[in-house]
């Protein structure tokens, strides 16, 4: 029997430790679906369509990943789409206590037995969130490293810088 598991976030950008973790869960479930969430309430500084293109373009060799995105409530769109794991990234303590709250709530609203799965980051990439990088960026500073060459360079591009 096939698993198949979301690992859905803003991605707003892509990082080395998102990329991490959805190389780790291919390796563990049949399909990875990377769900780009569309949240009103938060300012993105790229739109759905370039999140989800940075995030084919940095997964393009992995074979079992499918890229969607969706808005509205995570347990909703589990529900709809017949998930059996939802991936959620940690980095540190507060993450744990922010997402063990989540997944409590969503596990009362899924239609079956769903698993969140946390997968702790690796340590070199436990600093960064996507909100660090913009502000880097912004400020003139380097992220080499911290998230793709390609997706640096999408992030000066948008602060007008070379």
Do not use: W
């Amino acid at each position: 029997m096939k698993k198949k598991a979301l690992y859905a976030g803003s991605f707003d950008p892509i990082t080395c430790g998102h990329l991490d973790i959805i190389k780790r869960t291919s390796k563990m479930y049949d399909e990875v679906v990377v769900g780009v969430i569309t949240n009103p309430n938060k300012n993105a500084l790229f739109d759905v369509k370039e999140r989800t293109d940075m995030i084919a373009c940095t997964t393009r060799n992995l074979d079992n990943i499918k890229i969607v995105s969706f808005s509205g409530l995570l347990a909703k769109y589990v529900n709809d789409n017949h998930f059996d794991v939802v991936i959620r990234g940690l980095r540190v303590t507060t993450d744990f206590e922010y997402e063990i709250q989540m997944a409590q709530m969503n596990s009362r609203l899924y239609n079956k037995d769903i698993e969140t799965v946390f997968l702790m980051t690796q340590p070199k990439y436990s600093f960064i969130s996507s909100s660090m990088i913009k502000e880097v960026v912004m400020l003139g500073g380097e992220v080499k490293g911290l998230v793709p060459d390609e997706i640096c360079e999408l992030t000066k591009s948008k602060f007008n810088i070379k």
